[in-house]
């Protein structure tokens, strides 16, 4: 069964840091290039995308509210995708989901809060 399971938010202050993981199963990063993407949805408002990262070729998109805070990377061996978030902004407050696609598969993960605030 094909499955990600979010992990690692929280509640941080402005200007804190988090670090989200992906955990995958029922397939290999390593086996296929999948493009493993991060997306948010605040209070209120629309699911909007984060950020992909290609999980053989390595490459990385960031949306521009995010680039140069947040990075991106990938375990092999723990199967696991990574977003590190840092200088966080109130603005950054929403449930992050995990998303996987390939040619046959398209899953999405139940998600994590993350809470910046004051």
């Known amino acids: 069964q094909l499955q990600l399971v979010e992990s690692g938010g929280g509640s941080v202050q402005p200007g804190g840091s988090l670090r989200l993981s992906c955990a995958a199963s029922?397939?290999?990063?390593?086996?296929?290039?999948?493009?493993m993407s991060w997306h948010r949805q605040a209070p209120g408002k629309e699911r909007e995308w984060v950020a992909t990262?290609?999980?053989?070729?390595?490459?990385?998109n960031y949306a521009d509210s995010v680039l140069g805070r947040f990075t991106l990377s990938r375990d092999y061996d723990k199967n696991t995708v990574y977003l590190q978030m840092n200088t966080l902004e109130p603005d950054d407050t929403a449930k992050y989901y995990c998303?996987?696609?390939?040619?046959?598969?398209?899953?999405w993960g139940q998600g994590t809060l993350v809470t910046v605030s004051s």
């Open positions: 998303r996987a696609v390939d040619r046959v598969f398209d899953v």
């Open positions: 990262i290609s999980s053989i070729i390595g490459s990385t």
């Open positions: 029922g397939f290999s990063l390593s086996s296929s290039n999948i493009a």
